[in-house]
């Protein structure tokens, strides 16, 4: 039927985006880790989000593989160096962990609106099987987003702290 034509085709390009998404999330992960420094409660958080992350890979290609899709697509490279140059864009900033912090809370909540999207068409579609995992995707990203936005306070106290004692506070 045509209709469950378009559903599908809708719901296979929401899962690569996603698939897309979650490549360009490393990417921007992973440097910021490796560069902090005076954040130990963020660079942990941050570590257990990257190996929440490759979960997250898992299972959308794991959905994909289950609807005979290939999930290795040109656009995740493309995506994936695009990632790296914008978390590279904050490493000269003095207030780089500010920055990173506001732009990593627009980055899970990116997340979290595409996985609510790919939930509803599970519902629309009767893709029943892959509900459930994006439901821990969608958990997982809450669970970060989360994190940021109470750690946010804390994060830029330490800032101010370290900064009004002469100290490099940046990352
Ligand atoms: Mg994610
Ligand atoms: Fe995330």
Redesign the pocket.
Known sequence: MQEQTALRDIFVTGLKNAHA??NQ?LAIMKPQLSRIEKYPEVAARLKT?IS??EG?IGRLENILSSMDEDSSTLKDLALSVGGSVAALGHTLAGDEILKNTFASFAF?NY?IAAYRSLISLTELGGYAAAKPLLEQ?LR??EE?ARFLETELPTVTRRFADLSMAGQDASV
Request: proline share 0%; charged share 45%.
């Open positions: 998404m979650e999330a989000h929440e992350t997250q899970e997340e995707n997982e990203e970060m």
